[in-house]
């Protein structure tokens, strides 16, 4: 699932592209185990590399970090690592240091190697040697006629102690695709389709069976969706019900899988009975299912944030923005069923929802950019959002779009038809966002 890679602060996993789970240095256990060194620490010509026992202060590892000023990489994360760095400067350990290189002849990995190089599979897989020479040509070609300020030092940068970047990590990409966009978009409408119906009953509104059968069906239809894009996400898709079958309690993962799961099965009662015409209390079962509802909104803010080599989905108010989606998914989607089964009486709510929603979302949003971010990993993700690659789709898309644009229709001109176009606008607006917020943090280099 990838969990793991987006949660190491040190890039220090990779999908393993013969068995396709994920693999990292096992420390060489089958060589420690029998007494002998790692094979990085022999074949190093220059004995650069030490290993050994640091907890005897006998062995030379002990004795070095004794004696020298030695550093580790991204201490605030909370890992203790152990790779101690003798005279290591901050440049080379931390990739926010340095500017990301243009390609050159030492470093044409910027575009992935292995399971990551997506165009070089798929020449490979045609066995065309012509293709793969052409691919080779191709990177050479862009190496060589590169732009003249990143084939040659910047003497200015140099005499300022400014260190650039000439050998890069391949480059990974991104790890959660659109099918991690897709899914949070229609966990977010499953959700908020049984929301909207349970907020107009709180409030004295007298639900039809109709609408009620129109709710549940939307959330199993979006539930099963979000299934499928989970399972689309793996790279090993066979292995999908380990999640539920062999559960590891303190990923969010399981815990959003069972979430999913209990969602399902109460949505499903709640629905056959209305259907069916079964004597169950309904109240109690309808605010079970809101609380699972609630959860199933905001579970994936806790499994980013289990990611800890992400400091943009650190934000504390992940959960909120998540949960406020929902809500106006669930009254856009309403909007746009209304069309289709004609207005009832506690519709009327939909677009006070809204309104109320996409001020709350702005805020959150305004906050979420704004407030003071403890790590310049997190600072450049807003300035890619609000200043650089993102700022079009974030401007335009998000805020216009999706936020100020509806908002504005929905006070100033409210009409069914307004109402109609701002369900739409919103819909756009909230997949534009999420597309964003979990794009944009995978953008910056761990290594």
Same mark, same amino acid.
């Given at each position: 699932?990838?969990?793991?890679?987006?949660?190491?602060?040190?890039?220090?996993?990779?999908?393993?592209?013969?068995?396709?789970?994920?693999?990292?240095?096992?420390?060489?256990?089958?060589?420690?185990?029998?007494?002998?060194?790692?094979?990085?620490?022999?074949?190093?010509?220059?004995?650069?590399?030490?290993?050994?026992?640091?907890?005897?202060?006998?062995? =030379?590892?002990?004795?070095? +970090?004794?004696?020298?000023?030695?550093?580790?990489?991204?201490?605030?994360?909370?890992?203790?690592?152990? $790779?101690?760095?003798? *005279?290591?400067? =901050?440049?080379?350990?931390?990739?926010? &240091?340095?500017?990301?290189?243009?390609?050159?002849?030492?470093?044409?990995?910027?575009?992935?190697?292995?399971?990551?190089?997506?165009?070089?599979?798929?020449?490979?897989?045609?066995?065309?040697?012509? *293709?793969?020479?052409?691919?080779?040509? *191709?990177?050479?070609?862009?190496?060589?006629?590169?732009?003249? =300020?990143? =084939?040659?030092?910047?003497?200015?940068? #140099?005499?300022?102690?400014?260190?650039?970047?000439?050998?890069?990590?391949?480059?990974?990409?991104?790890?959660?695709?659109? !099918?991690?966009?897709?899914?949070?978009?229609?966990?977010?409408?499953? &959700?908020?389709?049984? @929301?909207?119906?349970?907020?107009?009953?709180?409030?004295?509104?007298?639900?039809?069976?109709?609408?009620?059968?129109?709710?549940?069906?939307?959330?199993?239809?979006?539930?099963?969706?979000?299934?499928?894009?989970?399972?689309?996400?793996?790279?090993?898709?066979?292995?999908?019900?380990?999640?539920? $079958?062999?559960?590891?309690?303190?990923?969010?993962?399981?815990?959003?899988?069972?979430?999913?799961?209990?969602?399902?099965?109460?949505?499903?009662?709640?629905?056959?009975?209305?259907?069916?015409?079964?004597?169950?209390?309904?109240?109690?079962?309808?605010?079970?299912?809101?609380?699972?509802?609630?959860?199933?909104?905001?579970?994936?803010?806790? +499994?980013?944030?289990?990611?800890?080599?992400?400091?943009?989905?650190?934000?504390?108010?992940?959960?909120?923005?998540?949960?406020?989606?929902?809500?106006?998914?669930?009254?856009?989607?309403?909007?746009?069923?209304?069309?289709?089964?004609?207005? !009832?009486?506690?519709?009327?709510?939909?677009?006070?929802? +809204?309104?109320?929603?996409?001020?709350?979302?702005?805020?959150?949003?305004?906050?979420?950019?704004?407030?003071?971010?403890?790590?310049?990993?997190?600072?450049?993700? #807003?300035?890619?959002?609000?200043?650089?690659?993102?700022?079009?789709?974030?401007?335009?898309? &998000?805020?216009?779009?999706?936020?100020?644009?509806?908002?504005? @229709?929905?006070?100033?001109?409210?009409?069914?038809?307004?109402?109609?176009?701002?369900? /739409?606008?919103?819909?756009?607006?909230?997949?534009?966002?999420?597309?964003?917020? /979990? !794009?944009?943090?995978?953008?910056?280099?761990?290594?």
């Amino acid at each position: 699932c990838k969990s793991c890679m987006q949660a190491c602060p040190y890039d220090a996993l990779y999908i393993d592209p013969d068995n396709n789970t994920a693999a990292k240095c096992n420390y060489c256990a089958h060589r420690v185990d029998v007494g002998r060194e790692p094979a990085c620490v022999t074949v190093c010509p220059e004995h650069a590399i030490i290993a050994g026992d640091m907890e005897n202060p006998h062995t =030379e590892i002990s004795m070095l +970090l004794a004696r020298q000023q030695v550093k580790v990489r991204k201490p605030e994360k909370g890992t203790k690592p152990n $790779l101690f760095y003798i *005279d290591g400067d =901050e440049a080379s350990l931390n990739p926010q &240091a340095t500017d990301k290189s243009g390609p050159s002849l030492w470093n044409s990995q910027a575009r992935g190697v292995g399971h990551y190089a997506k165009a070089a599979e798929k020449m490979i897989g045609t066995n065309n040697d012509i *293709d793969l020479l052409q691919m080779v040509i *191709d990177n050479e070609l862009q190496a060589a006629y590169q732009k003249k =300020e990143t =084939e040659n030092p910047n003497y200015i940068d #140099v005499l300022n102690g400014k260190a650039r970047r000439v050998y890069d990590t391949p480059d990974k990409g991104i790890l959660w695709g659109w !099918e991690v966009t897709a899914y949070i978009m229609t966990k977010a409408i499953a &959700a908020g389709a049984f @929301l909207i119906p349970f907020l107009a009953m709180l409030l004295g509104y007298e639900v039809s069976t109709n609408a009620k059968l129109w709710s549940a069906g939307i959330s199993l239809v979006f539930l099963a969706l979000t299934g499928l894009f989970l399972v689309m996400d793996l790279d090993r898709p066979d292995r999908f019900l380990n999640v539920l $079958l062999r559960p590891q309690w303190n990923s969010w993962l399981v815990r959003g899988g069972y979430t999913i799961t209990i969602f399902g099965l109460l949505v499903t009662v709640w629905g056959a009975s209305n259907f069916f015409g079964w004597n169950i209390p309904e109240k109690p079962l309808q605010w079970v299912i809101a609380v699972f509802a609630v959860l199933l909104a905001i579970y994936t803010a806790f +499994l980013f944030a289990q990611a800890k080599g992400r400091d943009f989905w650190q934000s504390p108010s992940l959960a909120l923005h998540m949960l406020v989606h929902s809500v106006m998914a669930g009254a856009a989607v309403f909007a746009l069923v209304l069309l289709v089964t004609g207005n !009832e009486n506690w519709m009327s709510i939909l677009g006070m929802t +809204l309104i109320i929603a996409l001020a709350v979302n702005i805020f959150t949003m305004v906050t979420e950019l704004t407030m003071t971010h403890p790590s310049t990993a997190a600072h450049t993700v #807003v300035e890619m959002i609000t200043k650089g690659r993102y700022k079009n789709m974030f401007w335009i898309v &998000a805020v216009i779009l999706g936020n100020v644009l509806p908002l504005a @229709l929905l006070i100033f001109a409210p009409s069914a038809t307004v109402l109609t176009i701002a369900a /739409v606008l919103v819909l756009i607006g909230i997949y534009a966002t999420e597309k964003i917020w /979990v !794009e944009a943090p995978q953008r910056i280099p761990l290594a």
